[in-house]
Every structure is written in C-alpha cells, then in structure tokens.
C-alpha cells in the first residue's frame, strides 16, 4: 500500500524569530492535522517598526500523510 502525502500553505508570524514562527505552524496545525511529515519554508519576511524587526513571518508548506 502506498502512503498519499497532501501539503497545504500556512502564513504564521512570531515576535521572538523565524523559527519560532515555523514551529508555531506546525504546533498549530497540528491541532487539525494528523501525521505531519514536514515543513518547507518558502518566504520569510520582517515587519519592521523604528529600524527594528517587530514581527517574524513566514509563509510555509505543510505536509502530513492522509488516513
């Protein structure tokens, strides 16, 4: 039996880092979302306010295998 793998598009934002936007993604979605296999960043971008960064975005594929 072979497995299907479906992905789907997330956009989450951290005020700490990149990284804890990408791990409050996957903590999110696994939530709804069984079997989660992976995650690939494909945008990060910076919101910034008085010459600092204020938010961490990203915008990311998740993949996870269908029951």
């Not at 945008?43 to 295998?65: P, Q």
């Amino acid at each position: 039996m072979s497995n299907v793998v479906k992905v789907i598009e997330l956009l989450a934002e951290s005020d700490k880092s990149w990284e804890d936007a990408a791990a409050q993604a996957v903590e999110r979605a696994s939530k709804t979302l069984h079997n989660i296999k992976s995650i690939y960043i494909k945008n990060f971008e910076a919101k910034v306010e008085g010459n600092k960064i204020v938010k961490y975005r990203i915008d990311a594929n998740i993949s996870f295998l269908l029951d």
